[in-house]
């Protein structure tokens, strides 16, 4: 005998056992793409609009690297392209791989998932092509080093501070009206 039936009598907790298991728990809510996608677009282009700002305020305080600083810019546009035309497809493909919110912002991506992702449509196989022609021009170019180097002795500078915060306070949104959709 449970704890509980020794105070209520054995019929009525049966009934009232079979009674709870009849209703019906809570539907979990239907995450959409609609719901989703309007977020994921905004983070893209903040994505791609603070890569830019980064750019133009290196250039501005360092001249010197206006074809470095526009070409790492290129590279972090393009990865960022990627990266929402991969969630878009393993979306409409899987959707159980998005179980959270917290899995749009770090999922993981097989060797099987980006083969399947390249032949699934030729621009994505003009991207991914992209993305490393861009990503070997940067790690190749001459001002790289420098250019990191100046970027992380900036990063805590005035204009680039301001950038970095405003642009995590936009991003934070976007990653609530994700999770608004859950």
């Not at 990191?148 to 500078?157: H, K, L, T, V």
Request: with cysteine; glycine share 2%.
């Amino acid at each position: 005998m449970l704890p509980c039936e020794a105070h209520i009598d054995h019929s009525l907790f049966v009934a009232f056992c079979g009674l709870v298991a009849l209703i019906p728990a809570p539907a979990a809510a239907q995450v959409t793409w609609g719901c989703l996608e309007p977020a994921l677009k905004s983070e893209l282009e903040r994505k791609l609009a603070f890569q830019e700002e980064l750019a133009t305020l290196a250039k501005e305080e360092q001249p010197d690297f206006v074809d470095i600083a526009a070409l790492s810019a290129a590279t972090s546009t393009a990865q960022f392209e990627m990266r929402y035309a991969r969630i878009g497809r393993l979306w409409h493909t899987d959707q159980n791989r998005f179980a959270s919110a917290d899995a749009f912002w770090s999922f993981p991506w097989s060797d099987e998932d980006n083969e399947t992702w390249l032949s699934s449509a030729p621009k994505h196989e003009e991207l991914s092509e992209r993305v490393d022609a861009l990503q070997q021009r940067t790690t190749e170019h001459p001002d790289i080093d420098a250019y990191r180097e100046f970027m992380f002795q900036n990063r805590a500078s005035e204009p680039f501070l301001q950038a970095a915060i405003t642009f995590g306070e936009e991003i934070k949104a976007d990653r609530e009206r994700v999770a608004a959709c859950y």
